[in-house]
């Protein structure tokens, strides 16, 4: 099992580039999420999705937009790059609300 | 917002010491769960402890949990320079627990 695998693990963007973060996973989880880790911030949720063509807006949503045409996939847009978008993301699924969850290795973005 | 706050932010012990970490929540919870992250790693999942759950053990770790304080503790027994990471608690509402919320993380360093 490959679990969650988020591509890619680096990338460098120039402010108003758009980009999109991959995040697949391979256990037929209905649950799905985005977060931004900052340093001193912890894990912030920009979006997350509880099954196939359901998304909702986390706590910092402004700047990323997300679907689910697939139990699988769960990709991250970032429209317009900004350098406050600088982080690590995180994408995260499990089977339900109060089930454990499993995370990808992270993306590292910086945008200059 | 963050709902979990874990103390102390940083601790730093030696091998074979037992590591405590607590984490507060300020709303009634589905269940509360602990994570480990290595450093520039993703998350990993520890322990899920349920609302009507007082204890957990698995290994090394003990979590306890006081709905009436609001809190919960992670203890490390015999620590080991493996066990340097960072350490999470993330609640899943009650009530709302289409989401997870994230403390801000305590870091421990195992000093061998």
């Known amino acids: 099992n490959a679990g969650v695998t988020q591509t890619p693990k680096f990338q460098v963007l120039k402010t108003g580039q758009s980009m999109t973060l991959q995040c697949a996973q391979d256990m037929n989880h209905e649950y799905m999420s985005w977060y931004r880790q900052d340093p001193g911030m912890g894990l912030r949720l920009i979006h997350y999705?509880?099954?196939?063509?359901?998304?909702d807006q986390g706590e910092v949503p402004n700047g990323y937009n997300v679907s689910r045409s697939t139990t699988e996939d769960f990709p991250l847009r970032l429209l317009s790059a900004a350098p406050s978008q600088t982080s690590v993301y995180f994408c995260a699924s499990c089977t339900g609300p109060n089930t454990e969850a499993f995370f990808g290795q992270g993306t590292r973005l910086t945008v200059v | 917002s963050q709902q979990g706050e874990e103390d102390p932010q940083a601790l730093s012990i030696q091998e074979g010491e037992n590591a405590t970490m607590n984490c507060s929540y300020k709303t009634s919870i589905n269940n509360l769960q602990w994570y480990r992250q290595n450093s520039g790693r993703g998350l990993v999942h520890l322990i899920l402890?349920?609302?009507n759950e007082r204890e957990k053990h698995s290994g090394r770790l003990r979590v306890t949990l006081d709905t009436s304080k609001k809190s919960s503790s992670l203890l490390i027994t015999a620590s080991r320079a493996a066990d340097t990471a960072s350490y999470f608690c993330?609640?899943?509402?009650?009530?709302?627990?289409?989401?997870?919320?994230w403390g801000l993380g305590t870091s421990l360093a195992v000093n061998p």
């Open positions: 993330a609640t899943s509402r009650a009530g709302n627990n289409r989401k997870l919320i």
């Open positions: 999705s509880v099954g196939a063509g359901i998304t």
């Open positions: 402890i349920r609302s």
